[in-house]
């Protein structure tokens, strides 16, 4: 974990935690130390941040201040290049979809990977960190491609 950022420069990080809230990696108190006019870009705003100081902005409004640090904390930033991401996220995305197509549900059960990737099925909420942030846990079963 980080201890101090006194002799940082810009500061940009991400922390991922699957269909839950992220905790925060940076303090305010580290923040607070700080060089006056840092930057720091929390992509992980759209699961809370992982800076204390974080707070969500917008494409329109993208910057704020806080303890001398400049912070750039827009949500969706994807949003900002919608065609390039849209172009990543089909990609990315097409080998599952058409796997889908083909195979059905047999395609989950022979890409165990694949399988976890599933948040609801047959109207069921299937994702426990999901369910546990929204705090739906007697909707909650676990998926079984079987």
């Known amino acids: 974990m980080v201890t101090h950022l006194t002799d940082a420069g810009p500061g940009v990080g991400a ?9 925060h990696v940076v303090t305010e108190a580290m923040v607070w130390h700080m060089q006056a006019g840092s930057v720091i870009v929390d992509a992980s705003i759209d699961q809370g941040g992982y ?5 969500p902005t917008s494409h329109s409004e993208p910057i704020f201040e806080q303890h001398g ?3 750039y904390c827009v949500t969706n930033m994807p949003g900002a ?4 991401s849209t172009l990543v996220l ?8 058409m ?4 195979k059905d549900i047999q395609a989950l059960r022979e890409d165990l990977g694949f399988a ?7 109207g069921v909420l299937t994702c426990k960190p ?15 491609a079987v």
């Not at 800076?51 to 707070?55: A, L, P, W």
């Not at 089909?90 to 979809?97: D, E, F, I, N, S």
Request: glycine fraction near 6%.
């Open 15 to 23: 922390v991922l935690r699957h269909g839950n809230k992220v905790r």
């Open 51 to 55: 800076i204390e100081t974080s707070r």
């Open 69 to 71: 640090a400049i912070h």
């Open 81 to 84: 290049a919608p065609r390039t």
């Open 90 to 97: 089909t990609t990315a995305m097409l080998p599952y979809a």
């Open 99 to 102: 796997q889908l197509a083909e």
């Open 116 to 122: 976890k990737g599933v948040n609801t099925y047959k």
């Open 130 to 144: 999901v369910a546990e942030t929204l705090g739906l846990m007697p909707q909650f079963r676990a998926f079984s």
